[in-house]
Nanobody
Framework: QLQLVESGGGLVQTGGSLRLSCVGS????????MGWFRQAPGKEREFVAGITYNATGTSYADSVQGRFTISRENAKNTAYLQMNRLEPEDTAVYYC?????????????WGQGTQVIVSS
């Protein structure tokens, strides 16, 4: 069964950048759309960005559009989230997810999350 492990989180000042990585093991991500979600304290988990299996399509939450970029390298079984111009409101635990289908659908695998803290 596919397992996902995120990395790259940390503490950054407002306006800074971070790049999150999500590495798959025990299976391939190449036939799955991938997504990034986040959950801030006291809030529900929310969608951040998604990418189709072949990277021909991406989608973003309005709150991160133009600041975040999702990408993937199927040869490395890895998905990425480049986060620029970070704001305190971006503070959350970030999770990657694999979808059942090439073009989204149900989520079949979640990572354990990586913490991002943006200081003002």
């Amino acid at each position: 069964q596919l397992q996902l492990v995120e990395s790259g989180g940390g503490l950054v000042q407002t306006g800074g950048s971070l790049r999150l990585s999500c590495v798959g093991s025990g299976g391939t991500i190449s036939t799955s759309a991938m997504g990034w979600f986040r959950q801030a304290p006291g809030k529900e988990r929310e969608f951040v960005a998604g990418i189709t299996y072949n990277a021909t399509g991406t989608s973003y939450a309005d709150s991160v559009q133009g600041r975040f970029t999702i990408s993937r390298e199927n040869a490395k079984n890895t998905a990425y989230l480049q986060m620029n111009r970070l704001e305190p409101e971006d503070t959350a635990v970030y999770y990657c997810a694999a979808y059942a289908d090439k073009y989204y659908g149900l989520i079949t695998s979640w990572g354990q999350g990586t913490q991002v803290i943006v200081s003002s």
